[in-house]
C-alpha cells in the first residue's frame, strides 16, 4: 500500500462501520426522537453530524499512528488496537440500541461501556503514540455529554415503549 492508503483507510473504517446506524437515526429523527422530551442543554441536532465526521476522523487517524508506531496488530499496539476495535464496536452499536430499539436505559449501559473503553483506548495509545492519545480526548468528551443526555432521556421519558432487543 502507498504511504497515504494506510491512514486513509484507518480514517474511513470509523464511518464505514457507522452508516447502519446513520441509517437508523436518519429514519426515527423524524418519526421518533422529535417526539421526546428534551433537555434545554442539548445541542441542536445539526451539530451531531459534523462532530461525529470530525470525531470519527480524527479516532481514526489515531489508530493509524498506534498501528504505525506500535508495529502493527503483532507487535506492541495489539492490546491498544484491541481497545479500539471494542470501543468502535460499542460506539456503533449505540444509535442501533437508542435510535433502532429505542432502548434508553441499554443505550445508557453501552455508553457507560464506551466511556471506559475510550479511557482504556487513549490509556493504552499514550503508551505508543502520546499525540494519538491526545487525539482521542475530544472524542471522550463529547461522548461523556452523550452519555448526559442519554441518562437525561432515559429518566425523563420512561412512558416511551421500547422495542424488544
Known sequence: MSDYTKPAAAVI???VGSLPGSLVTQKNIPTWYEG????????????????????????GYASYLVWRDGGGFG??????????????????????LFFGFHSFRWAFVDIVALW???SGT?????????????????????????GAINFWYWRNNSSIEEKKI
Do not use: C
Open 122 to 146: 487513549i490509556y493504552t495509545f499514550h503508551g505508543i503514540n502520546e499525540t494519538a492519545a491526545y487525539l482521542m480526548i475530544p472524542y471522550l468528551g463529547f461522548v461523556t455529554v452523550s
Open 116 to 118: 471506559g473503553a475510550i
Open 13 to 15: 473504517l470509523p464511518f
Open 36 to 59: 421526546l422530551k428534551h433537555p434545554s442543554w442539548r445541542p441542536p441536532n445539526r451539530v451531531f453530524g459534523p462532530v461525529w465526521s470530525l470525531l470519527y476522523g480524527s479516532m
Open 75 to 96: 507487535g506492541d499496539a495489539a492490546l491498544p488496537l484491541a481497545w479500539y476495535g471494542t470501543q468502535l464496536a460499542l460506539n456503533w452499536a449505540w444509535p442501533l
